[in-house]
């Protein structure tokens, strides 16, 4: 194999790859990009054996080829070189980069042992606008959990029916549903769960404009975003029923600035016990109390923002980040608190509604007796 290509092109190219490749992985191949050359293009893969990503950018090829390359090592020599042509060959047990700055040599592995593509079989065709994905994925995918232990929890649950889509995340001490009106109608439905690190892979790499075409395969997803191919695997489990763990007759509610509560949130957490990160909103007539003490570094701190409430007084505690998220992500001038008791879950929701689109967060409060 043998090409030249201009090294901002390939830099950009290697950045992406490298966002799938596993930083443990007991399969040495699996650290490498596969390089591979045709006519008139180069196209570069990468894969953890969940998630694959394939980019093509323009190249001069002098000879067709592939070869595996340990991509840290790839982008961390073309990223220090002058941004000017280099030519890149490969032998039986080396790769050779030639620029401007001089000759750089890495060894190579065998590109046989690189895992092959699946086998796609698409039942299903999706067509979305980029703003239409994005704001799903970045509406829902900061709830999503970290716990491996519970794998249908660690994506995010996407109901397509008819013109209408709904997006679910939840890490169990918070959940966050959010339904929007697309502007293509399906004639079947569709329901998956997608693992939120392929959801963020796409987040960085979609523009704000244009359209997306999105394949669903029986165990994968993949679309294409110009010279952009990525594939994940469905998360194949049973999402839990959400819908029964929202309450939709909290008695209690307060409308609350949205920045102001924000702003509170993040001044009084400063005082907050760095592992609970635990505070505690004091909801009463026409006043809302953000509070925190932490008894082992002798801190606290307190303030005062004016709401509108309708119910009894209520103390309630929360992740102070939890919460900043939640409401941050509602995205609206004032934000409405619906509450029951102390011990159950509070339900954020926008005043302002968009025309379309609607947002409800639950997150349920920490029970510590111990502000």
Known sequence: MKFNTKQSDLLKALIDVSKVVPTRTTLPILSCALFETNEDSLKIRSTDLEQTIIIKIKANILETGKVAVPINKMLEIVSALKNSNIEFSSSENEVEINSENGLYKIPNKDYSEYPDMP???????????????????????????????????????????????????????????????IETELEEQISIIIPVKFLNIVKNSLNTSGTININISENHIDLIQDEKYLLSRIIKETFPDFNSVIPEDNPIKTRVNSKKILE????????????????????????????????????SGKEYIECDHKGENINTRYNSQ??????????????????SSSQTAAVFKPTEEEENSNHTALLMPLRSNNV
Do not use: W
């Not at 079989?121 to 704001?135: A, G, I, R």
């Not at 999503?144 to 249908?152: H, Q, R």
């Not at 909103?281 to 509070?291: D, I, K, Y």
């Open 119 to 181: 086998e796609l079989h698409s039942t299903q065709k999706l067509t979305l606008t980029n703003m239409e994905f994005l704001n799903i994925i970045n509406n829902t995918a900061y709830a999503v959990s970290k716990d491996d232990l519970k794998p249908a929890l660690c994506g995010v649950y996407l109901n397509i029916e008819k013109n209408k889509a709904t997006a679910v995340a939840t890490d169990g001490h918070r959940l966050v549903k959010y339904e929007k009106q």
């Open 264 to 299: 509170s949130v993040k001044r009084v957490s400063i005082f907050s016990n760095k592992t609970t990160k635990q505070i505690q909103l004091s909801f009463s007539e026409n006043e809302l109390t953000v509070l925190t003490e932490d008894k082992e570094s002798n801190s």
């Open 322 to 339: 939890y919460l900043s998220e939640a409401i941050s992500h509602i995205n609206t001038k004032e934000v409405d608190i619906y509450l």
